[in-house]
C-alpha cells in the first residue's frame, strides 16, 4: 500500500468512532454511559459544601507556615521529645540555628537496658506457663541466654558508677539462672516464674531510681544553661513535650520543663502533646505546638477567648448531648469534670485517690 494511502487509512481508524453516530456507538461505550446515573441535586449540594472542608486543610496549611514563621521569628521555643536514649531536647532560638542538647549520660541507657532484659524474659515465658507440650520458647530464649552471659562478661567495664555493678551483675545473674534452669528442666513453672519475680524486683527497682536519677538531673543541667542563657526572654518561650498513654502521668521531660516554665505556663506556653507513637519527629512536635498557639487568635476573634479552641470546639456540645441522651435511657452520664478555658491544671490524670501511686509506694 502507497505510504499515503496508508497514513489515510490510518487516519479513518482513528476518526471514524468520533464520526459515528450514537446508534453507531460500540457496545462498550454504550454500557458505560447507561450504567453511570447522574448525581441528585442534593448529592451535588452536599459535595460542594464538603468540599470546603477539603480545601480548608489546604488553606490552613498555608497560614500555618506564616504563623510557624512568625512564633518562631519573635520566641524561644523548647521541644522535649520522647526517645529510648533519655529525652531530646532541642532550643529554637529567633534569627539562630536549632540547637541540640547534649544526650543523656549512657549510664542511663545501661540500666534501662538491664531493667528490660528481665521484662523480656517475663514476656516471652508467661504465655507458656504449665504448658510442657509447647516448646516453641525455647529457641528465642536460648539465643538470648547468650547475648545475656556476653552482657555478664563484660559488666564490669560497662559504663556506670562503680557503686551500680553488684545490682547490675546481680540482675543478669539472676536472668541466666532463670533461663538456664527453665532449659534444664524443659518447661516454664509458674513457682519458677514466681520466685525469679521476687528475686528481681528489689535489683530493677534500683536500676529503675538510677536511671530517673541520671534522666533528671542531666535535664535540669541543660535547663540550668538554657534559662541563664536566655535571661528575660526566657518568659515568652514556648515549650512542648510529646507522651503517649504510659508516660501522660509523671511524664519526665514535661515535669523537668514545669519546674523552670512554672505552673502558670503548663496549657499556656508549656503544652504536652499526646502522640500514638513513643518518638515523634521535632518537625511533628513544632507544627503541633504552632497550630495549637495560633488557633488561639481565631477563638478570640470568632468566639471572645482565646483559650477556647485548646478544647475540643464541639465538646461541651457533645457533652450536653451525651447527658441528655443518658437522661432519655434513665441513667446518669459518667463525664469528667468540667474545668474552663484556660485551665493551668497539670494536663494528666491529677485529682488523687486512696491506693498506691508509685512504685516506692509498693515497696
Not at 193 to 219: D, E, G, M, S
Not at 291 to 310: E, Q, T, Y
Amino acid at each position: 500500500m502507497p505510504k499515503l494511502l496508508a497514513w489515510a487509512f490510518a487516519a479513518s481508524l482513528i476518526v471514524s468512532p468520533f464520526a459515528a453516530t450514537a446508534a453507531e456507538l460500540p457496545d462498550y461505550l454504550w454500557s458505560t454511559r447507561s450504567s453511570q446515573q447522574p448525581p441528585s441535586t442534593k448529592d451535588l449540594a452536599t459535595r460542594d459544601v464538603l468540599q470546603l472542608n477539603t480545601t480548608m486543610f489546604s488553606l490552613y496549611k498555608s497560614a500555618s507556615r506564616i504563623f510557624h514563621r512568625n512564633i518562631l521569628d519573635r520566641h524561644p521555643v523548647v521541644l522535649a521529645l520522647f526517645t529510648g536514649g533519655g529525652g531530646r531536647m532541642i532550643l529554637y532560638r529567633p534569627g539562630e540555628e536549632p540547637r541540640e542538647a547534649p544526650p543523656v549520660p549512657v549510664a542511663y541507657q545501661v540500666q534501662k537496658s538491664l531493667g528490660h532484659s528481665t521484662m523480656a524474659i517475663s514476656a516471652v515465658v508467661l504465655p507458656f506457663v504449665d504448658r510442657p507440650e509447647d516448646r516453641s520458647w525455647v529457641a528465642p530464649l536460648r539465643a538470648y541466654l547468650t547475648e545475656m552471659q556476653s552482657a555478664l562478661d563484660g559488666i564490669d567495664v560497662a559504663d556506670m558508677p562503680k557503686e551500680w555493678r553488684k545490682n547490675s551483675r546481680t540482675i543478669l545473674e539472676n536472668n541466666i539462672a532463670f533461663l538456664q534452669g527453665s532449659l534444664a528442666a524443659g518447661e516454664i513453672r509458674f513457682d519458677a516464674v514466681q520466685a525469679f519475680a521476687k528475686a528481681q524486683a528489689p535489683h530493677l527497682r534500683n536500676a529503675i531510681a538510677w536511671a530517673a536519677q541520671t534522666q533528671v538531673k542531666h535535664w535540669m543541667q541543660v535547663l540550668d544553661g538554657w534559662q541563664r542563657e536566655l535571661g528575660g526572654s526566657f518568659d515568652d518561650a514556648f515549650a512542648a513535650s510529646n507522651t503517649i498513654y504510659v508516660t501522660r502521668q509523671n511524664n519526665i521531660l514535661f515535669s523537668v520543663l514545669a519546674q523552670y516554665f512554672g505552673a502558670e505556663a503548663i496549657n499556656d506556653r508549656l503544652i504536652l502533646i499526646e502522640t500514638t507513637s513513643f518518638t515523634t519527629t521535632p518537625e511533628e512536635l513544632q507544627a503541633a505546638l504552632v497550630r495549637i498557639v495560633a488557633d488561639r487568635a481565631i477563638g478570640g476573634l470568632f468566639f471572645g477567648h482565646d483559650r477556647l479552641m485548646d478544647f475540643e470546639l464541639m465538646g461541651g456540645d457533645a457533652r450536653r448531648a451525651i447527658a441528655a441522651e443518658m437522661s432519655l435511657r434513665g441513667r446518669e452520664a459518667i463525664l469528667p469534670p468540667e474545668v474552663p478555658f484556660g485551665s493551668r491544671q497539670w494536663p494528666t490524670l491529677i485529682s488523687g485517690e486512696p491506693g498506691p501511686a508509685s512504685l516506692h509506694d509498693l515497696r
